[in-house]
């Protein structure tokens, strides 16, 4: 495999991860975080924001997990690569969205 179908594979799995938040909140009807808000990241965008942002996440990552092709190599290395995508990204957002909004 190509270096760059690691890099895919590591991004789809990071876009996928940080989908699944805006989108839920986002069909659920509750405001949330996006980096359309102000201030970016902090203020809170409306459910429709976060639907659409939501379902832009899951294309780039459905068009990333392609481009790493691996539909076709699904215990290819590439794999462990797009875990730790999703991995990396959805404890940098449980950090980030922790700190945000304490509780």
């Keep these: 495999m190509h270096w760059y179908s690691y890099l895919a594979a590591f991004f789809a799995g990071a876009f996928l991860a940080n989908a699944v938040p805006h989108f839920v909140k986002g069909v659920t009807g509750e405001p949330f975080p996006t980096p359309?808000?102000?201030?970016?990241?902090?203020?809170?965008?409306?459910?429709?924001?976060?639907?659409?942002?939501?379902?832009?996440?899951?294309?780039?990552?459905?068009?990333?997990?392609?481009?790493?092709?691996?539909?076709?190599?699904p215990h290819h290395p590439a794999l462990i690569v797009f875990f730790a995508g999703i991995l990396a990204l959805s404890l940098q957002l449980s950090y980030w969205f922790g700190k945000q909004h304490p509780r």
Excluded at 48 to 60: D, E, M, P
């Design 36 to 73: 359309f808000a102000k201030p970016p990241g902090k203020g809170l965008s409306s459910p429709v924001v976060n639907t659409l942002w939501g379902l832009l996440n899951f294309i780039v990552g459905l068009v990333l997990f392609h481009v790493a092709r691996l539909h076709h190599h």
